[in-house]
Antibody, heavy 118, light 112 residues
Framework: QVQLVESGGGLVKPGGSLRLSCAASGFTFSDHYVNWIRQAPGKGLEWVSYISMTAVDIHYADSVKGRFTISRDNAKNLLFLQMNSLRVEDTAVYYC???????????WGQGTLVTVSS | QSVLAQPPSVSGTPGQRVTITCSGSSSNIGAGYDVHWFQQLPGAAPKLLIYGNNNRPSGVPDRFSGSKSGTSASLAITGLQAEDEADYYCQSYDTRLSLPYVFGTGTKVTVL
């Protein structure tokens, strides 16, 4: 079965860095676009970034552009999000999702919590 | 950053029909982009409920249905059940390269 498992979240001070990982299994990872989507505590969903199968097509939300970098390792079925210059407003649960049927995020990981606080 | 407007809450009694609207603009839903709907149960990750405006993934009960018209979309739940109490989000795309994916503000469905 399709599984996405995020890791790497934690507590970091403003201005710090974190690297999130997402391990994919149960499907051909290299056949799919993948996304990072986040949800601040008690708030709605916010798309962060996506990456195409071969990393040719990459996009970021304006709120993270220049600070976050998405990447993938198709040989290891891994998705990454390098987060630098973190801000308090980056505090959220970060989900990795697979772009599947009709272009929708048809599978989601359980999420990893990033807390930016001094 | 939510560009699609949803009512904050809707409620109904078991067996009732409720609808959730998702209002966009000419740069997203009105531009012809598909709308997807997600259900988020308390403490859980979101789950795909409707894709491509009106298609249900395998395993989603047929009491959930979607529609789209003009710059808006709707999710209907017929025969409301207690386990439908959750947050619901619509999602579409936008012509602005700065924000290709857009989500709705979210709607809390309460079963009375």
């Amino acid at each position: 079965q399709v599984q996405l498992v995020e890791s790497g979240g934690g507590l970091v001070k403003p201005g710090g860095s974190l690297r999130l990982s997402c391990a994919a299994s149960g499907f051909t990872f290299s056949d799919h676009y993948v996304n990072w989507i986040r949800q601040a505590p008690g708030k709605g969903l916010e798309w962060v970034s996506y990456i195409s199968m071969t990393a040719v097509d990459i996009h970021y939300a304006d709120s993270v552009k220049g600070r976050f970098t998405i990447s993938r390792d198709n040989a290891k079925n891994l998705l990454f999000l390098q987060m630098n210059s973190l801000r308090v407003e980056d505090t959220a649960v970060y989900y990795c999702t697979r772009r599947g049927v009709g272009g929708a995020s048809d599978y989601w990981g359980q999420g990893t919590l990033v807390t930016v606080s001094s | 950053q939510s560009v699609l407007a949803q009512p904050p809450s809707v409620s109904g009694t078991p067996g009732q029909r409720v609808t959730i609207t998702c209002s966009g603009s000419s740069s997203n839903i009105g531009a012809g982009y598909d709308v997807h709907w997600f259900q988020q149960l308390p403490g859980a990750a979101p789950k795909l409920l409707i894709y491509g405006n009106n298609n249900r993934p395998s395993g989603v009960p047929d009491r959930f249905s979607g529609s789209k018209s003009g710059t808006s979309a709707s999710l209907a739940i017929t025969g409301l059940q207690a386990e439908d109490e959750a947050d619901y989000y619509c999602q579409s795309y936008d012509t602005r390269l700065s924000l290709p994916y857009v989500f709705g503000t979210g709607t809390k469905v309460t079963v009375l």
